[in-house]
């Protein structure tokens, strides 16, 4: 379950990062980084809250393809770490 986080987190850290991408995308980007990693909550709690920021960001129309599959593939990956850690 660590990897799976890791590995999202290294995802929206590229998405934050990218140029490319419109500035408010890359601000939901690390919102959603900041969700996932706050302790105070449960793994489940803090998936759904980050999955929520993206899914919005996801129906943003100024969001380049590669940046919806991007966000697609991370709130996959956070359906299955909510699954798994209730």
Excluded: Y
């Excluded at 980084?33 to 996801?58: G, H, Y």
């Excluded at 100024?62 to 850690?85: C, D, F, K, M, Y």
């Amino acid at each position: 379950m660590a990897d799976h986080i890791k590995q999202v987190i290294d995802i929206l850290d590229n998405l934050a990062e990218d140029t490319s991408v419109p500035r408010n995308i890359r601000k939901g980007a690390t919102d959603a980084k900041a969700r996932l990693m706050d302790t105070k909550n449960a793994m489940d709690v803090r998936a759904t809250s980050a999955m929520i920021i993206l899914d919005d960001l996801a129906n943003d129309p100024n969001i380049p393809l590669h940046g919806r599959t991007l966000i697609w593939n991370v709130i996959s990956q956070l359906e299955v770490i909510s699954a798994n850690s209730s």
